[in-house]
């Protein structure tokens, strides 16, 4: 009878499969992150590769795109939809990027004329 185990017979080879991985990887690891460095991967692997506990963000990101999307607009590909969505939720950190970029110029340009 191959293919129906108990489930803990099947949990023993899930876990013994996941240990024969993470043993291949910590192998590999030495090699692509020194262990200098191996704290900040692992910091940043559970920063960025961590679900979102909640559906605000997506739900707020469909807002947006019903936004863009009106009757007028209904004629866009794709492409340029996602231009318009991005262009819409990036630019406040452009507009402060540019601003501070301006500020920047400004002061440099008042030092050289005292």
Known sequence: MSGS??????????????????????????ELFPSTQRKVWIKLFLKYNTPIPSSAAVERL??????ILRKKRSS???????????LKKAM???ICSLT???????????????
Request: hydrophobic residues 45%.
């Open 5 to 30: 185990g108990t489930p803990e017979s099947e949990e023993v080879l899930v876990s013994s499969h996941m240990e024969q991985e993470w043993d291949t990887w910590s192998r590999k690891d030495e």
């Open 100 to 114: 501070a970029d301006l500020s920047m110029l400004v002061a440099m340009n008042w030092l050289r004329l005292q």
């Open 76 to 86: 866009l590909n794709s492409e340029n939809f996602e231009l318009f969505l991005f």
């Open 62 to 67: 469909f807002s947006t795109a019903s936004d």
């Open 92 to 94: 406040p950190f452009l």
